[in-house]
């Protein structure tokens, strides 16, 4: 057989196994080695949220604030880190907006900024694990409408389908 015939017949057998599912997956230790060595990217502040670019979620219903992530800000980036701009309204009408990220894997927060009146404060904060003590707004986040608990975040596109349904779950 010649090299090209050769080359022709390894790319076809690839092909087939990636697709029929002979293709392996990364090992325990493959994973672990990504996680030990997981590197944070940049992170740019995005312009204040408008109301026009605001999704509601319900973290539960007995609660006195209403709860928004901007669709504009909503992004996943390649070091797999969600993120959001977070609003959450008092009935009074008062905002508190925050910028904030979510590693799915790792169950795990970080808030980048705070928003004081038309900017941005950053503030940031180390990485904290949400777990059971976490606010419940974030929980539910974590759980209901970002990520696929423990593994990957959803995509912008599934988040943003369903965040108006009452989770993933519902």
């Not at 799915?104 to 904290?128: D, F, H, M, Q, T």
């Not at 929980?139 to 943003?160: F, H, M, N, Q, W």
Request: with cysteine.
């Amino acid at each position: 057989m010649s090299g090209g015939r050769v080359r022709s017949v390894i790319a076809c057998v690839l092909a087939v196994a990636s697709t029929t599912g002979l293709a392996q997956s990364k090992s325990d230790w493959e994973l672990d080695q990504e996680e030990r060595y997981w590197n944070e990217g940049e992170v740019t502040l995005p312009p204040m949220p408008r109301d026009t670019d605001l999704v509601e979620f319900e973290p539960t219903a007995s609660s006195s604030f209403r709860f928004f992530v901007d669709r504009t800000t909503l992004s996943i980036g390649k070091d797999r880190v969600i993120r959001y701009t977070l609003v959450a309204r008092s009935s009074s009408g008062i905002s508190n907006v925050s910028y904030e990220g979510m590693r799915c894997k790792s169950n795990e927060l970080r808030i980048y900024a705070l928003g004081r009146g038309p900017v941005w404060a950053e503030r940031p904060k180390e990485w904290v694990n949400i777990g059971s003590k976490g606010q419940l707004w974030h929980r539910a986040l974590y759980r209901d409408y970002l990520c696929k608990v423990g593994t990957t975040p959803l995509s912008v596109d599934e988040i943003l389908k369903v965040m108006p349904r009452g989770g993933f779950h519902r």
